[in-house]
């Protein structure tokens, strides 16, 4: 059962353009959701947070946007850049799960020049 | 600031073989994290540790993995014996102690073990 979900293995932006990165969850105990960034070899690194109780949260170039009623949240990047290039994984975490994180599948974003 | 060590970096073993994994979290953080994530997955959790006590190890297949962390430190994941289906990255993380409920606190991952079983 796979109660994270991001449908949209790869995505391929130009340089300078909005990335827009999308996930969506079907346990509605999640209270907390989170993106992390991945590059090769390397271990996930977090990038950018939301609690349940907001539909927005930004930071720098990147913002995160929760629709609750719709069990759907997404990564805006803008403007993109080279470096961006990464595998980027949604997570979500309950209250009282002890911290427990539940991740998605995973978008490969590539930026081109 | 260390991050999570993790060793060795790669594993390559036959099928029925042993294997050990080896993570040093953090200095200070009270809370571990075993991941297992196959290519073309997100991580899922295996086991996490709340000083040297499990808190969650519902996912552990334990009649092949085991987990330790006797100090409350350092941490060794096992397989025994191995599965074709094992071949996976295996990623430690680690997190400060969460003292209000609601806010999950930040994990910060090592670079895993890439683990190949022939």
């Known amino acids: 059962d796979q109660q994270v979900k991001q449908n949209s293995p790869s995505l391929s932006v130009q340089e300078g353009r909005i990335s827009i990165l999308n996930c969506d969850y079907t346990?509605?105990?999640?209270?907390?959701f989170l993106w992390y960034k991945k590059y090769p070899a390397e271990g996930p690194t977090f990038l950018i947070s939301i609690s349940s109780i907001k539909d927005k949260n930004e930071d720098g170039r990147f913002t995160v946007f929760l629709n609750k009623s719709a069990k759907h949240l997404s990564l805006h990047i803008v403007p993109s850049q080279p470096g961006d290039s990464a595998v980027y994984f949604c997570?979500?975490?309950?209250?009282?799960?002890?911290?427990?994180?539940?991740f998605g599948t995973g978008t490969q974003l590539k930026v081109e020049l | 600031e260390a991050g999570v060590a993790q060793s060795p970096r790669y594993k390559i073993i036959e099928k029925r073989q042993s294997v050990a994994f080896w993570c040093n979290p953090i200095?200070?953080?009270?809370?571990l994290y075993w991941y297992q994530q196959i290519l073309g997955q997100g991580p899922k959790l295996l086991i996490q540790?709340?000083?040297?006590?499990?808190?969650?190890d519902s996912q552990l297949p334990k009649d092949r993995f085991s987990a330790e962390r006797l100090k409350g430190v350092d941490s060794t994941l096992k397989i025994q014996p191995a599965k074709l289906e094992d071949s996976a990255v295996y990623l430690c993380?680690?997190?400060?102690?969460?003292?209000?409920?609601?806010?999950?606190?930040?994990?910060?991952f090592g670079p895993g073990t890439r683990l190949t079983v022939t």
């Open positions: 200095s200070g953080h009270a809370t």
């Open positions: 997570a979500a975490s309950r209250r009282g799960g002890g911290n427990k994180l539940t």
């Open positions: 346990n509605s105990m999640f209270d907390y």
């Open positions: 540790f709340q000083n040297n006590g499990v808190v969650d």
């Open positions: 993380a680690s997190s400060l102690l969460r003292l209000t409920p609601g806010q999950p606190y930040e994990q910060y």
